[in-house]
């Protein structure tokens, strides 16, 4: 009797303790403009635990234990211990007060700090590679080969490392086939409990545009990267159901990218939205990558080495574990 009597009096205690600590995290004051809902940047201090928060010019610096966040002020990005992001919309000012959209922090600040209580997020056995382009579609095209082919390689290579861990791995093509994107989305949600990676090379009119990006589907009434907003914006696609699972596992993956490239001096373009077809229709959480711009020559000379294509299928795979452990260090 005793002995049950103490383990109710434990859970009661714990729930208490429970609520408790969640009433005592700060609220996240917002107000509308326009239309338009945004919080302010002193209750997101508060609502996640930063210690400080400074101010110095145009920026806005908040800091905690391992963490730290950097705005602009009128600035679209936002960089987390020097992981860069694209705000779905400038940094405001109300009064005194510096103010961030609504959808940003739902949409990306919340789900980077707390991936372990992304709602639907789960654990997830199948990876689905898309190496992007192929068959009559060979993508950008240098002197020296074709995205397709190259999207092939590394998509192969990481194939092999997750099966080596005993993921089962689906390829949308593993050959110089042609797949529509409807295909390709059709593939992916054949299957349950996956995550889709979708691997690409860059190119740009622009011989001096360098470096590694990574995208998720743009939330519902956000607009693509690079563009203004229009109609179709506001529709909610199959993929926005994982918006916060697609910028975590973005950023499990970019980081872990940004890191692997870092000695050979490919610059990071960030973390970006936009309503790309292959991503729109996925119902797991999905990304894709840029590993470089294959019309920059230095670049287009990396690609070209095996070494190089290596690196960046590493990042991934590396990137995926720590997208899992995120996931389940749920509470922590």
Request: proline letters at 3%.
């Amino acid at each position: 009797m005793d002995q049950r009597f103490n383990a109710l009096k434990f859970i009661v205690l714990f729930t208490v303790f429970i609520f408790s600590m969640m009433s005592a995290q700060a609220a996240l004051e917002t107000m509308t403009i326009s239309g338009k809902k945004y919080v302010t940047m002193r209750s997101i201090k508060s609502h996640y635990g930063f210690s400080k928060m400074s101010v110095s010019g145009k920026s806005i610096v908040l800091r905690k234990a391992k963490i730290k966040m950097e705005f602009t002020r009128g600035g679209s990005t936002c960089y987390m211990n020097g992981l860069k992001y694209v705000l779905a919309k400038p940094v405001g000012t109300s009064g005194a007060r510096f103010i961030v959209s609504h959808t940003d922090v739902a949409k990306m600040i919340d789900p980077i700090l707390k991936p372990s209580f992304i709602p639907n997020a789960k654990s997830f056995n199948t990876i689905v590679i898309d190496p992007g382009h192929g068959g009559k579609d060979a993508g950008a095209v240098n002197r020296l080969g074709t995205e397709a082919g190259y999207n092939l390689k590394v998509g192969r290579t990481l194939a092999a490392g997750l099966r080596a861990k005993g993921f089962k791995v689906v390829m949308t093509r593993d050959s110089n086939v042609y797949l529509s994107l409807k295909q390709r989305v059709a593939v992916a949600n054949r299957y349950p409990n996956a995550i889709f990676i979708s691997i690409h090379f860059n190119a740009s009119s622009r011989s001096s545009a360098r470096g590694i990006e990574t995208f998720t589907l743009s939330p519902v009434g956000v607009a693509g990267y690079g563009r203004g907003l229009k109609s179709s914006d506001y529709r909610a696609r199959s993929g926005n159901f994982q918006d916060s699972a697609n910028i975590a596992l973005a950023t499990a993956i970019h980081g872990r990218m940004k890191e692997r490239t870092e000695g050979y001096k490919v610059p990071d373009r960030g973390v970006k939205r936009a309503r790309f077809s292959v991503l729109s229709g996925i119902k797991h959480p999905a990304i894709l990558i840029e590993g470089g711009f294959m019309s920059n020559p230095s670049e287009a000379r990396l690609i070209e080495s095996t070494k190089y294509q290596s690196v960046i299928a590493t990042a991934v795979y590396e990137g995926i574990f720590r997208y899992r452990n995120a996931l389940n260090s749920r509470g922590k």
